[in-house]
């Protein structure tokens, strides 16, 4: 009998348990098992481990992550894409599933904020059967309706999960707001999606992409990735300052777009002052519910901003990041060198906290 | 020799001053000398009485005003539409001339933003000759480059100054967010700005239009004006209890889109309650300087929200004013019976008292 | 057994053929039987009985139609909104189903273009079991994932069929072309989809409609439903002559926004002459292939055109019609009234004839 | 007394004459003396020549120029985005001057359709003082109004030139047809049109461009630019085989934007079967009036095609055509290696009609 060790958030704040699972190989109709080949270690399981979004647990963490079909259900012969799908086939797919039914899915074009939306690595209590619904994990029972995607052999495991849901998350937020050939842009944030937003808006043709955050060894990776400059949290102390060295990269207005990437609250005041007058913002660092902050809403009247929110990404993106990747050696390279530290899943608790301390570039589970 | 009599602003939250200037009708190329017949006391004035915009003292006030063309500079044959220009015509003015040369004017398109922009009844001291540039006054003198337009015969001066720049504010508020036909809306606020919301949203063909807000006198006219149903704030005195009076109306998951017109920063993360994911927000409200306040960003990434700020209005939308009153008898009548205070100069400072105290629909002035 | 009549066209511009099925009531899983009570003839049954779109036949034409739940198969408890559904309801049905699957439908989100798409009455050979697949019937088979809309009580049939595709069809093509409040707009064609257009630009906010077509009896139907003017092709003879009629309208410059509904070819680059330079034009009648016209691209070029096609319409638009319908009795009564020939499924050769001739308004069959 | 020799059209179709006027150095307000120091030949100096566009004769061609300043007029001391502008500074004009004032510039926010729009080399009968309205001249008198703009020192005169007027055009125009990263696009047309458009498809994040074209030698050009194929008309035959080899690049269901930058007819019907079902094709070559053509206008429904056009641009290009060189030293040398042959004035006869037997990359007079 095949059977899965798994690494499991039993409690908020708590160490994660490794487990072990017997898999279950008899497949319905459209299902898929997959032998997990990396696990990438998001901010969000940091966000979920601290208890800052509403989850179900135990729950098995991990939804970003890339594998290897080990037996496809009948009916299931296609990925996403409409190429054959094989044992064997090195395969990536979207971390969530919708209804396309309601609201939101059908009338409103908004799938991300499907009323029954669910997530690999989130929403699945693992006390259920067939439990194997998580990253952190041997293998991995893909439902009936997952989007897989085949990789190209051109796309190592490093890359796409270097890359991990920030990539779609960029992708999804910059579709959405807007970067424009020569407009100026400014990255609040230089983790994972940063970096991410900050590759998307180079490919965009941004004239100028200034990268404002920190610790020092993230920023080093921003310049590498393409920054035209980097502004550092720990060098410039004030909002004041960090404006001041913003604009004099962008100009004296401010950018034509501001990205938040951060997460904090207080990102988003001070992002309103980095935009020039009918400037851009995207609210996309904001996943997780991180409190209150203060602000002058007469800023985005006086200053005529457009803000906009983005949550997630629906399979159309995950298709998207494998084709950034697909096209360009360079960002397969960038992305796969993010990937700094590499833990078994034995080791997931520490892989978390490695994460929690910002020592990673990305950290990653082998299992 | 001609004398205008003035209602002069000359300290913060201090009686206005009755004052006498000497007309110079002397014009030089392109001015133009106009007889004020009416002038709207605006919401915006009572900010600026209160000190909450930075202006020159003294000054005189008045930013929506209407009157009769006494004489044209060389040059000024027509005015902003083509339209041939004579002694006698019927006439009203955009409040604000652009430098069309700057940063904002030429290489953003977005004149409202002008690094130069001046308008009358707020940026000139009235100290400085030729005095004469604001509405509170018999007379005005035009600068060069001002956007007249002539009154049709069907446009009495009660639509025109009982609509005000509250119908320009929201033209090109709306213009910019968008209400396409069949969307479900909300206004917040039932004041001038909030009404001449009301009907340009009920105009783009929104299936559902609520208004929130008070007095009580101001939710009856917001009926009259056509609102499927309005939510007094005496009544639903917490934001749950308006989202849920809201939500009867337009579908429990919020409106497409909502509407700020009220200019107290608290009514913006109630605002954002009561859109619907993936809906939209007008900050058009927060035209002066009100404070903080707090809110949660997170909501307007999991919201996946589009909120856009709108700074008043250019030339443009005065002319869309003029175009939206023109074609409709109804409007006509509507705006003009919100006017329900008049007075004469003399009693300029009651007249800002009344509009202060939330007493009229609309106060006007007749010099 | 349970039997329906049907009228097959089984060859091309031949008389249609009353044949008589076995209704095979054993629904498989998310199928419903109803029973049709009102099937709208549309012109596009006319391309089809000419040819003009690539077919199988035989086939049971109508595509629009209306009518009572029969049976609902296993798993199939709610109309498309979520509205529960049950035996005895009012129902109308999208006439397409798309895969969801294929590269228009997944990445370009263009679900029109799927390259599945199959529609009831036009896609679906008569002769294959379970045949019922067409309007004109007295009983109808839906697929599994067919779209159902329950209808409102204030929405009679007469109404939705009156409407027709038309009015989904106008809905999709004016959501893509975009009509804004205070446009002007030409509308060429009086038949079902002009009229549909004329409905949608007026509640879109149009301040001009003008209709160019005829005959006399649909413009008059035209000016009922609220357009500013008509301009009769018996009367104005030239496009020169048409253009001066339209420009005395809706201004010297030509109008904002031009809607072709003609299906003629000729009708392109005429409607060309009738934009303002930077105005936008919607092709919207040009569904069936009528061969080919001459026009100079310069025009496009010169007047910095916007030339939009629109194909049909998704679920999205049925819904939009009902809601259309729904919130206003005017509409419904106009559309109501647009149905002035009714036959019997015996007479849907001469119903047929009837809408060939362009002597209805809307000619339908009540099986 | 200063003289400028010039190059003069007097009669379509004729050799340009070389003349000698004198230079009135008496500037009025807001005009400037500039030493034209290259003058490019446009292909629309081709189409002028040959009498396709309505022109007044004589006048003195070239609207594509560059130069230095050599007298400032009382007032003008600043360049279009504020810059401080002395004599013998670096500059380069935008071609045309609107009105500011007409129903285009105004109310509808399309200058380059201004109703009084003038652009040098093309609207200034030479028979009229001041004569100096073209770039094929030693001295240019710019009128008050002009658009001038200061070139950065890495901007060599060779890359603004080679550049052209059609690096303006084809920002303007895929500005509003819009490039979006990811996007597949086909340029029809390896002129300098074509090639500026690769150019800046390219930098807006296409991810595959191929160009459709001719000669060789361009071609090869558009490889050097970037292009990820070519397809020769001399290699490819029919429409057929050139859409064929198209879609092997970019997909068999065609690309995503089509840049057509021809101006033959024949090219837009082509370019429609380029394009993927919802795909957007750019009318931007059909500059002259080169003749009607016939097309299927169901294509432009069946495939629901957006097709924009976009005549010529405004000073912002100019603006944006600058910025694209100052902040790339690979377009400016790629640019400037465009320009393959160079002529005297005397020379302006031979120089057009290199450009009109196709055998330059970029054809420059220097004055």
């Keep these: 009998m095949l059977t899965s060790k798994v690494a499991v ?14 898999v279950d190989e008899t497949l319905a109709l459209g299902e898929a ?14 966000h979920l481990w601290k208890g800052e979004l509403p989850i179900p647990v135990p729950v098995i963490l991990g939804h970003e992550s890339a594998g290897r079909i080990a037996k496809l259900g009948e009916g299931l012969e296609r990925d996403w894409t409409g190429q054959a799908l094989a044992v064997g086939d090195r395969v990536v797919w979207a971390s969530s599933i919708v209804c396309g039914e309601c609201y939101y899915c ?3 074009k908004t799938p991300t904020r499907c009323l029954k939306r669910k997530a690999y690595g989130i929403s699945y209590c693992c006390d259920e059967a067939p439990h194997l619904r998580g990253g952190y994990s041997q293998w991995i029972l893909l439902r009936a309706g997952s989007s897989i995607f085949k990789l190209p052999d051109t796309v190592p495991f490093e890359a ?10 960029a992708l999804h937020g910059i579709e959405r707001i807007g970067v424009e050939m020569g407009d100026t842009v400014v990255v609040q944030g230089a983790g994972p999606v940063g970096l991410a937003a900050l590759a998307v808006a180079i490919e965009s043709g941004a004239s100028k992409v200034v990268v404002v955050g920190g610790p020092a060894h993230r920023l080093k990776m921003a310049l590498e990735f393409g920054a035209d400059a980097v502004v550092s949290l720990d060098e410039y102390k004030t909002v004041e300052a960090r404006r001041a060295a913003v604009c004099a990269v962008v100009g004296e207005y401010g950018a034509d777009v501001v990205l938040e990437c951060v997460g904090h609250p207080s990102a988003v005041p001070e992002g309103f002052e980095l935009c020039r007058d009918g400037g851009k913002y995207l609210v996309l660092g904001q996943y997780a519910n991180a409190g209150n902050v203060e602000f002058n809403p007469h800023i985005i009247t006086k200053k005529q901003l457009t803000v906009m929110g983005s949550w997630a990404f629906e399979a159309r993106h995950v298709w998207g990041a494998v084709e950034f990747l697909a096209r360009s050696a360079k960002w397969c390279d960038l992305f796969s060198r993010q990937v700094t530290h590499r833990f078994t899943l034995d ?21």
Tied chains: 1, 2, 3, 4.
């Excluded at 958030?9 to 017997?22: C, D, F, N």
């Excluded at 520490?350 to 990673?360: G, Q, S």
């Design 33 to 46: 098992l997959a032998r997990v080949e990396m696990a990438g270690i998001c901010g969000t399981d940091v």
């Design 347 to 367: 080791q997931a608790d520490e892989a978390l906290a490695t994460v929690r301390r910002l020592e990673a570039g990305k950290a990653v589970i082998l299992p």
């Design 106 to 108: 059908r009338i409103k």
């Design 160 to 169: 796409i999960v270097g890359a991990g849901c920030a990539l779609n998350t």
């Design 9 to 22: 958030l039993t409690a908020y704040q708590s160490p994660l348990e490794i487990r072990e699972y017997e």
